[in-house]
């Protein structure tokens, strides 16, 4: 999922915004686009993503708060 929101300038609205689940068309698109400038995204390190991995904790998923 992405973490923020990915905007290509121009046309300059977002492509991926928080929470929104990253697809092949969606990178296919972005690849494809002849823009230099897209805020949200670092030509070395990529695209900023949040993974369910994250929330393990010593090997087991967190407990909802109840």
Same mark, same amino acid.
């Given at each position: ?8 300038? %121009? %046309? @300059?609205? %977002?492509?991926? /915004? ?24 670092? %030509? /070395?390190? @990529? ?8 929330? /393990?904790?010593? @090997? ?5 708060? @109840?």
């Amino acid at each position: 999922m992405s973490t923020i929101f990915v905007t290509p300038y %121009p %046309p @300059g609205f %977002p492509i991926l /915004v928080p929470g929104q689940e990253f697809s092949k068309d969606i990178l296919d698109f972005m690849d494809a686009l002849d823009t230099k400038e897209i805020h949200g995204f670092d %030509p /070395v390190r @990529g695209y900023r993503v949040f993974v369910e991995s994250a929330l /393990v904790v010593d @090997g087991a998923a967190p407990q909802e708060a @109840g």
